[in-house]
């Protein structure tokens, strides 16, 4: 069994007005999901929200602009940082200093390998079902 990896890194939440307010994110990849990255918003040790993003999507993003309807990422250059800005449900827009989760990633393509994701829950349906016939 695969390990789960877990990381914490700093976002920044965008507010219309300009504002930037810094939050902790909870970075988790289970490779029994092994195509999600969860991040856990929280303040003072309370969850306020956990979504679930796809994690080729959180790479691909880090290069040119991805997503459409509920999710969407693009790179940023701000000053010499770069960035990704997630935005989620058109509302919320986070962003994240891509080196930090740019090393998360690469833990998880080492840990299960882009094209060697299982989903085993669902494989050990199918086959269930194909046997039945």
Partial sequence: MNAVLRDKVFMRLLSPDGHELPVLAHLTYDPRDPYAVTVGFTHAGFVYAEWRLDR????????????????????????????????????????????????????????????????????AFLAELLAAG
Avoid: C, K
């Fill in 56 to 123: 080729d999507m959180l790479r691909d993003g880090m290069a040119h602009a991805v997503g459409e309807g509920d999710v969407r990422m693009w790179p940023v250059l701000n000053g010499t940082r770069e960035e990704l800005r997630i935005e989620l449900l058109h509302t919320a827009v986070f962003t994240v200093w891509v080196p930090s989760l740019r090393r998360f990633l690469e833990r998880t393509y080492h840990e299960i390998p882009e094209g060697q994701e299982r989903l085993e829950e669902l494989d």
